[in-house]
């Protein structure tokens, strides 16, 4: 379900703490791509999995890896530890990632500048930091192998064009941009290696609020609010006691809603899901003061451009523009294990959901929906079917306490 993904990429905003202590070891240069000398744009393909924008690269003339395309990291990750092996990387140096564990839980690789090869692009003085230990299985989530995000030093240095409808990226330089027809130019701001966009958020109480936000491609959910409840109060209708990542200290808690709208430049997006961070627990201390961050569940419902160099993101309405924003309906949190990711374990179920109410718990393994064996179904399509329709009864094969039951569970809607 789309709030899984905000679950383990919420996760990577605690290592920004690594992009700041990393740069201590490099020299001032800039770290950034450009395109080949004789080219002025080119095409590069994503594939969209479970709101995650996966693309090909190689490092260091090996590969290809799978890296996760987010501009809420501002250092390049390398979250797969084997690739400090594989990876042929001279001048490796270790570091400490405070508050993440003891021993190699809380260490990192600090590489030298890397070869970072995609096709068409030229990377130049582009660093990494390199897990010790996986800490996070997004390839588990993925149902694919993921070996890292690339984040602000993809972006600093050329216009970039998200078209998730045809899930390709067009990159120019930002001298020759050439900008959609009917596109809107919506002022951001580039801090701290993230970009920021000043939105107007409506409660469901009635107050509007300016909200400084991240533009997050890393987070799944549409829109995620850090100061609403101190000083607003809950939505009419929330899940509660939602976990909503993991940060430096421990797991994030808070709250599920929905809001009246979301404006940005001249749309307004109304109905909107959102996550209530609970601010007054577990929060992580922010280098930019901001309001919260819009996530792919937003962004996604737009071709979008990023300009950082004349910061101005452009958005231009797709078919998905009004499609109703649904939550999961069942309250299972799942990953894909076994080496093709082929089988479903339940990770987590929400407390007073349709799972919970039937009796599903962590480590149940889910066989089949609706007899279709789940080895030939997708992640996405598993999603989907988990946040249909209200009322919908699904027959489930589960995997439990060492044999196998039928379990019917109905879906139902929460907020």
Request: with cysteine; glycine share 8%; hydrophobic share 40%.
């Amino acid at each position: 379900m789309l709030l899984a993904l905000f679950h383990k990429l919420k996760q990577f905003r605690a290592f920004w703490l690594v992009c700041l202590f990393s740069f201590c070891f490099f020299s001032a240069q800039a770290q950034y791509f450009d395109l080949d000398y004789h080219k002025k744009k080119i095409t590069i393909p994503f594939h969209l999995v479970r709101s995650l924008m996966v693309v090909k690269l190689h490092i260091n003339h090996r590969g290809p890896y799978n890296f996760i395309l987010d501009t809420g990291v501002g250092l390049m990750i390398i979250t797969d530890p084997k690739l400090a092996d594989s990876i042929p990387i001279p001048n490796k140096r270790t570091l400490k990632i405070p508050g993440l564990g003891e021993g190699e839980d809380s260490e990192a690789y600090v590489t030298s500048p890397l070869d970072v090869e995609i096709p068409g692009l030229v990377s130049y003085d582009v660093a990494a930091a390199i897990l010790k230990k996986d800490l996070f299985s997004l390839s588990g989530y993925a149902g694919m192998p993921i070996h890292g995000l690339l984040g602000y030093e993809f972006f600093n240095n050329l216009a970039v064009k998200i078209n998730v409808q045809d899930s390709t990226l067009t990159v120019w330089r930002p001298k020759d941009l050439k900008v959609f027809r009917k596109g809107v130019a919506i002022p951001i701001t580039i801090e701290d290696r993230k970009p920021y966009v000043e939105t107007w958020v409506k409660l469901q109480s009635g107050e509007n609020i300016k909200s400084k936000l991240i533009i997050d491609l890393g987070a799944g959910h549409p829109v995620s609010l850090e100061n609403i409840i101190p000083r607003y109060g809950l939505p009419q209708k929330f899940i509660a006691s939602a976990n909503l990542g993991i940060g430096l200290n421990g797991p994030i808690n808070g709250y599920i809603g929905r809001v009246e709208s979301l404006e940005i430049g001249k749309f307004k997006i109304k109905n909107v899901i959102a996550s209530f961070p609970d601010t007054t627990n577990n929060m992580n201390e922010v280098s930019v003061k901001r309001d919260g961050n819009l996530g792919i569940g937003v962004l996604k419902r737009f071709s979008v451009i990023l300009d950082y160099a004349h910061n101005t993101m452009y958005l231009k309405t797709g078919s998905h523009f009004r499609d109703p924003f649904e939550h999961d309906m069942s309250g299972l949190e799942y990953y894909a294990a076994g080496d093709h990711f082929d089988r479903i374990i339940i990770n987590r179920v929400e407390p007073g959901s349709a799972a919970d109410e039937v009796g599903l718990e962590r480590d149940d393994e889910i066989v089949n929906i609706n007899f279709k064996p789940v080895a030939k179904m997708t992640l996405e399509e598993i999603d989907e079917i988990f946040k249909s329709r209200a009322d919908r009864s699904l027959l489930l094969d589960v995997y439990h306490d060492k044999k196998y039951d039928k379990v019917i569970l109905t879906l139902k809607r929460r907020i």
